[in-house]
């Protein structure tokens, strides 16, 4: 059985999958999302959430100062605030050693014309952050970045993509995807879905999807490790990494520390299971009672995992597929994919409603991977 009249079908019920499908809706098509578990279940449920323009590669700058302006607007563009504070984040310095790659880090960035990232001293940091342990001497801060909760985060995408005629189904698995004249036929096993162009936005999975499409892409995956604590009174704003070690460390608005920073647990992806390496993860707990020694007794409340597509570079792809007119590709994020949800759902729009983009993608291509896999062979 076939549905009725679709132009977009989305793989993938994250949020870089709702973020798409919202604005095509809003661009006046008819979107349906396939998520085979339920929205959020994978990456986009697990995130830390935090909202960073600090140290992003190059190639990432633009768009994620664009998507910056629209997190600062998150509320004309979705149906709620997503829990979004701009308490800025600061990457910081324990020692005199670390300096250098700050001051290089800023050289790099202002060179390229950018004026996002600051260095603070000492004074400035414990200005901002008075309970940092005192032995920490600077640090680069980017002053509009923030977090945001998650959740919130998807409900607001999901009930504004809904809003705008999206319609998401859950436990709906893409098993193949076939050429149907000039149309893609999307093979479920319920039903089939029809469609003149197809958003893979199928995170850790977005390889094999990919791989349907005729784009083989090399793609690895991260399995990220979180730690939340009890709730304890105010302690910190700004979200804090720290040069040289794994470490996010933020305050949410229930009162308890997320603690996260790119520690790797396992994951066996065809399972679509991580598991949380708890010697690895003690890693970023030292870290962080490190900077903060008032926190050291403090309780953990919960761990886990979440899974995510990685690229050889750290940069997602974003952007038309090189070999399946129709098919558009938005995974790969590599751990930092949550903050530019509003701007690559915009892309995507662009690429598909316009056929181009004026949004700086170059760098995003999925040619360059492929290109990479033929020179290693
Ligand atoms: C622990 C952790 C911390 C993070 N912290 C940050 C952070 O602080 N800041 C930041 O910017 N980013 C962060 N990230 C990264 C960010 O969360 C991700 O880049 C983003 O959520 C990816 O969203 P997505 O929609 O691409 O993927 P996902 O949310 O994983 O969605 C992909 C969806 O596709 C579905 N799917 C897969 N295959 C199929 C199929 N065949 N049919 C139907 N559906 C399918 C999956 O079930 C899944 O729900 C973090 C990630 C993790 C895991």
Redesign the pocket.
């Known amino acids: 059985m076939s549905s009725p009249a679709i132009d977009t079908v989305v ?9 798409a499908a919202l604005h095509l809706a809003r661009a006046g098509r008819r979107v349906v999302v ?19 323009t600090l140290n992003r590669d190059p190639a990432e700058i633009p768009i994620s100062l664009e998507a910056m302006d629209m997190w600062h607007n998150i509320a004309s563009i979705v149906d709620g605030d997503c829990g979004f504070h701009a308490f800025g984040q600061i990457n910081v310095a324990e020692y005199p050693s670390h300096l250098p790659a700050l001051e290089t880090r800023l050289a790099m960035v202002r060179a390229a014309g950018y004026r996002h990232e600051e260095l603070i001293d000492r004074a400035e940091l414990l200005r901002l952050v008075p309970a940092i342990s005192p032995h920490c001497i600077a640090g680069l801060i980017a002053r509009l970045d923030g ?1 945001a909760d ?1 959740h919130r985060t998807l409900q607001a995408f999901r009930r504004s993509a809904e809003a705008a005629g999206v319609t998401i189904h859950e436990g ?4 193949a995807i076939e050429r149907a004249g000039a149309d893609w036929r999307v093979r ?1 096993p319920a039903r089939d879905f029809v469609a003149p162009t197809i958003v893979n ?6 390889g ?2 990919a791989a349907m499409l005729g784009d083989e892409i090399p793609l690895g995956h ?5 730690i939340v604590t009890e709730r304890i009174a105010p302690l910190l704003k700004p ?1 804090i990494s720290v040069v040289g070690r794994p470490l ?1 460390l933020k305050q949410s608005d229930q009162g308890t520390l997320v603690i ?1 920073g ?1 520690l790797q647990g396992s994951a066996d992806i065809e399972a ?1 299971k991580s598991v949380v390496n708890f010697s690895e993860l003690a890693k970023g707990a030292r870290a962080a009672t490190d900077l903060f020694p008032s926190i050291g007794p403090l309780r953990i409340v919960r761990t ?6 990685k690229t050889e570079d750290h940069l ?1 792809v974003v952007g038309a597929s090189p070999n399946a007119s129709g098919a558009y590709h ?2 790969g ?9 509003p701007v690559v759902g915009a892309i995507l729009a662009d690429l598909i409603v316009r056929g181009r983009t004026d949004r700086v993608i170059e760098g995003l291509s999925a040619e360059r991977l492929m290109q990479r896999q033929v020179a290693h062979a």
């Open positions: 793989v993938g019920g994250g949020l870089h999958g709702l973020s396939l998520e085979r578990s339920w929205v959020g279940r994978h990456a986009s449920g697990a995130t830390a959430a935090g909202v960073r977090a998650p709906l698995a893409v098993t479920t936005a199928a995170g850790a999975w977005a094999k999807i991260k399995a990220s490790m979180m979200v996010s996260g790119g679509q886990w995992t979440g899974m995510e597509a997602p938005a995974f994020f590599s751990g930092h994919g949550f903050q530019l949800v």
